[in-house]
């Protein structure tokens, strides 16, 4: 537990209420066009910043400590909320264009490709910022501090979270956030294009279940060998400007306070200059029953993490901060100049992002909202998904010929859900696997079944209910379309923090604001239906009558309370009659103070159909193929967040197995007695075992989650317009028994560089349709410490197709006399080549991958060999090449 040395600080919150009144009455000399200095554009922000704070009442400093920091009208100063996200896209704000999930983007090994996505997602956000701000909108999720990327290493692959990340090797995650962050943040000298927030700091990943108790500790050697690489990487080569600590403690001490990670480590050793985030509510864990419990009271817990250098505290009620932070400075815990150093930090940001200068001072301000989802950005995005398509096996039968009659099944084959991943926007133009296919093979050669849910409480197929069997009571007589009842202005009763907000959540008005007919609900509202504003809270209740198409169980589900003869049916199973009429309501409510809001309001009224026999409609359209195309693996509504799901296979958002969901495998085995080659498709955010996949299908796919163009990617690879070239940024491991304990941090047994059994799919795995001829041209036999070493070698493309060729380079420490990894990645590029074309390509390994943690835990390059294997995708695996590099001199 910490301990704080009290200071007597008598009068100090009467002192720091009057201070704005008499700091400046001297020395605040204002310009002739400029109220105050901090207006001022021509001084620097170090100048602007202080006069600004120096302004500040006490307790208007410590409510500007809130994720929602409330406007200080007197000064001219907007409101704020610095929570948004953009995680692979902008997210929550309504459309926008969304590319492959983080581990998918990882899953493309190219740097340059990730700089262009984040640049295009930053822009995105620009225009989407200031067209909020113009329309009145400062609500959440319409700002330009991002929390992202999540650079925590994904140590194993049951953490449902580990989507969100760039993989499990600590030089692949930081080479990538470096240039996501670069891309987020912009070039301009002077001005930040968003701020980009890396996270989870520090060693966090997962469980879920137990991250707001969990205290790991881990030694120094897998503390700087694989758990803070990216984030030093973060600060020192992209200048991240936001660090978001995790909820978990580290040796004793919770994140949000720990002085070794926060000040010791990350300001001191890494130079970082920016502001520090909580993840929200991380620091109600510090005294909260049954989590870290390490104080009593919240004052103290929000004394200690400001003191420790914890900056913005993301909560859900402002009063709540306000009075306990208020209560710290009055006991002692805490005094005001850590109030200034947290306001001065968060002031500093919002000055560097231009939010006090004229917009025409400010380039990025001019972006305009047609970028948002723009052809230049679904083009990319479907560069995207090609390119983080992972093939692992093919047995000669891809591609496919555009003529091939193929039988598309599996429960992911039409489910947009695995476009998305999670920390989503929502998709300008999304394309499933069976519209991809469809519009390269045609429609008429793929027939399509989903052959079976992905569990069975989850269906891939869930469509909204079509109008054609929606309808209501027009005095007397049944027309078509439901009933719509607009009420506006709806106040939210409390701060409620739940899945989905219901009537009895709100206070409205008796009589309607609109009543209407609405063919369907399927709606998204980029101007509220209301008063076409961007932002405003109201409620829609639909009434009337649903009709059934035929004799069966159905599900209905969505984002709204559904309910049938009085009774919610939200996941129930309803008996219903062909062509008879059902009673049925459904409400939806959305505000923008809900901690669910996300900005453009969407709702959908969604069924199923649960009794049809699915095994035998994929068996019959198997048979009048050629080739069964097999779309299955698990979804982002099975692995995530604290999620509330525990089924087979799946707790709490994370996993208990590796194995594909039963009911998938009993399907696939049934097909594969038809005697029909299978290319399977796996997609998922994290790694499968897939055993009887790799044994008896033809051909594998691996989809990351691979964003809206996911279908329009996948058929260009499956026809062979494009060539594979994604590598797996994780290993496919053969059992969840080849794992230690899942909260076990320690490294050994974890990942490529530590595991020492057999891999399903090792790290860096992956196939190509084309043949390439590499060839080493140059590389010392002798370096001296402090060094890189610089690889030179010419790749040929042996195809008659433009291609691209990642080409990895790894290292491995032969002599060391601790514990070092089996084998590291240290370089690696992807290579575009042209027909028969021939390039020489030149590739880096920087001094830094050679260190080591000694016997001293401290970190050091030894001299010794070390071994060099450079490789290309693993159908060329003749190609390979291994030498050895001595390194010769000491350190000087």
Known sequence: MKRFSIIVLTGLIFWGCQSATTTHQETDIVSENYEYPFRNHELSIEERVDDLVGRLTLEEKILQLFNDAPAIDRLGIPSYNWWNEALHGVARAGKATVFPQAIGMASTFNEELMLDISTAISDEGRAKHHHFEDNGVRSIYSGLTFWSPNINIFRDPRWGRGQETYGEDPYLTGRMAVNFIKGLQGDDPKYFKSIATAKHYAVHSGPEYSRHSDN?????????????????????????????????????????????????????????????????????????????????????????????????????????????????????????????????????????????????????????????????????????????????????????????????????????????????????????????????????????????????????????????????????????????????????????????????????????????????????????????????????????????????????????????????????????????????????????????????????????????????????????????????????????????????????????????????????????????????????????????????????????????????????????????????????????????DFTDYAMKGRTYRYFEGTPLYPFGYGLSYHEVDMQLLSMKEEMNVGQSLDIELSIENKSNKAIKEVVQVYLKDVKADVTVPLQSLASFKKVSLEPNEKKDVKLTIDAERFELINKELKKEIQLGTFEVHIKVSDNNQAEFITKKVEVKKSML
Not at 418 to 425: M, V
Request: charged residues 25%; aromatic residues 10%; negative net charge.
């Open 216 to 740: 790991f500790y881990v030694n120094d050697r897998d503390l700087y060998q694989t758990y803070l690489p990216a984030f030093k990487m973060a600060v020192e080569d992209a200048n991240v400007y936001s660090i978001m600590c995790a909820y978990n403690r580290f040796r004793d001490r919770p994140c949000c306070g720990s002085d070794l990670l926060l000040d010791d480590i990350l300001r001191k050793e890494f130079g970082f200059e920016g502001y520090v985030v909580t993840d929200c509510g991380a620091i109600t864990d510090f005294y909260k029953k049954g989590h870290h419990e390490v104080v009593e009271t919240p004052s103290q817990a929000m004394g200690w993490a400001l003191a420790s250098g914890t900056d913005l505290n993301c909560e859900m009620d402002i009063e709540f901060i306000q009075d306990n932070l208020q209560e710290a400075v009055a006991n002692g815990v805490i005094n005001e100049a850590n109030i200034n150093r947290a306001v001065k930090r968060l002031f500093t940001a919002r000055f560097k992002l231009g939010m006090f200068d004229p917009k025409e001072k400010v380039a990025y301000a001019q972006i305009p909202m047609s970028v948002v989802g723009s052809p230049e950005h679904q083009i990319l995005a479907t560069k995207a998904a090609e390119e983080s398509f992972v093939l692992l096996k093919n047995n000669d039968i891809l591609p496919l010929a555009k003529s091939t009659k193929i039988a598309l099944i599996g429960p992911n084959a039409d489910n947009e859900d695995i476009l998305l991943g999670n920390y989503n926007g929502l998709p300008i133009a999304p394309i499933t696997p069976k519209k991809g296919l469809e519009s390269v093979f045609g429609k008429e050669n793929v027939m399509y079944a989903a052959g079976s849910p992905l569990v069975p409480t989850l269906y891939g197929n869930v469509k909204p209910v079509p109008s054609e069997f929606l309808y209501h009571d027009a005095n007397g007589k049944i027309e078509k379309g439901l009933k719509a009842e607009y009420y506006k202005d709806v106040k939210m009763i409390g701060n409620l923090v739940k899945e989905r907000l219901e009537f009895s959540d709100i206070e409205r008005d008796d009589k309607a604001f609109m009543t209407r007919v609405d063919p369907s609900i399927d709606f998204l509202w980029e101007t509220t239906p209301i008063s076409g504003k961007l932002e405003e809270s109201f409620a829609v209740r639909w009434t009337g009558k649903v009709k059934a198409p035929k004799t069966a169980t159905y599900r209905f589900s969505g984002n709204l309370t559904i309910k049938m003869n009085g009774e919610i049916i939200n996941g129930a199973s309803i008996d219903m009659v062909k062509d008879q009429y059902y009673d049925i309501e459904a409400d939806y409510v959305i505000h923008p103070f809900w901690w669910g809001n996300t900005i453009t309001p969407h709702v959908k009224m969604n069924w199923v159909e649960l009794s049809k026999d699915y095994t035998t409609e994929a068996i019959e359209v198997a048979k009048q193929s050629d080739v069964i195309v097999f779309c299955g693996g698990i979804s982002p509504r099975l692995e995530g967040e604290e999620m509330k799901i525990d089924i087979d296979g799946f707790a709490h958002g994370d996993r208990t197995h590796l194995q594909l969901p039963q009911l998938q495998k009993d399907l696939l085995q049934k097909l594969y007695t038809l005697g029909k080659p299978i290319v399977y498709v796996n997609f998922s955010g994290s790694a499968l075992a897939l055993n009887w996949n790799k044994k008896n299908a033809d051909a594998i796919l691996q989809g990351f989650y691979p964003g809206e163009k996911t279908g329009i990617g996948l058929a260009n690879i499956i026809s062979g317009k494009t060539s594979p070239s994604g590598r797996l940024p994780i290993t496919f491991y053969q059992s969840v028994d080849d794992l230690p």
